[in-house]
């Protein structure tokens, strides 16, 4: 599969989250998702840049259409980042685990909405990519 980028967006304030938001609706609305599909997008980019901001200060999330001839159309977001990364990764994906103030149901949140979450973390450099792929 060959990816389109469709935007790239540097998380560097809370704007940036609703920018990054913002993008990968719209990309989902122009692929043909469904508004279900538009909004669980969303929030689990919301979800990621939030965290990027929190937890790192800033990061960048790409968001990118990626098709072949006859397969499914996929949308794939990767957020990164150069904080602290997570100490332990299986830890966050269980629900109410949390290394800040918040309820710990981010990660699982973005696990449970999204067809694939992949998370590479270590101190200096997260790479957290989702995919998901358009309902028939």
Same mark, same amino acid.
């Given at each position: 599969?060959?990816? /389109? $980028?469709? =935007?790239?967006?540097? *998380?560097?304030?809370?704007?940036?989250? !609703?920018? %990054?938001?913002?993008?990968?609706?719209?990309?989902?609305?122009?692929?043909?998702?469904?508004?279900? +599909?538009? &909004? @669980?997008?969303?929030?689990? !980019?919301?979800?990621?840049?939030?965290?990027?901001?929190?937890?790192?200060?800033?990061?960048?999330?790409? *968001?990118?259409?990626? =098709? %072949?001839?006859? =397969? #499914?159309?996929?949308?794939?977001?990767? $957020?990164?980042?150069?904080?602290?990364?997570?100490?332990? $990764? =299986?830890? %966050?994906? #269980?629900?109410?685990?949390?290394?800040?103030?918040?309820?710990?149901?981010?990660?699982?949140?973005?696990? /449970?909405?999204? +067809? #694939?979450?992949? !998370?590479?973390?270590?101190?200096?450099? &997260?790479? !957290?990519? *989702?995919?998901?792929? @358009? /309902? /028939?």
């Amino acid at each position: 599969m060959i990816p /389109r $980028v469709h =935007a790239t967006v540097a *998380i560097l304030a809370q704007s940036d989250v !609703i920018a %990054a938001r913002h993008a990968g609706r719209e990309l989902a609305r122009a692929l043909g998702f469904g508004t279900v +599909d538009q &909004t @669980r997008l969303a929030t689990a !980019i919301s979800e990621l840049a939030r965290n990027t901001l929190q937890h790192a200060g800033t990061g960048l999330c790409t *968001i990118h259409e990626e =098709a %072949a001839p006859g =397969a #499914q159309t996929l949308i794939r977001v990767v $957020v990164s980042d150069e904080g602290p990364g997570i100490a332990d $990764v =299986a830890a %966050a994906l #269980q629900p109410g685990f949390s290394t800040g103030n918040g309820l710990g149901l981010g990660l699982p949140a973005v696990q /449970r909405l999204t +067809d #694939q979450l992949t !998370i590479d973390s270590r101190p200096g450099r &997260t790479v !957290i990519e *989702i995919t998901m792929g @358009r /309902r /028939r």
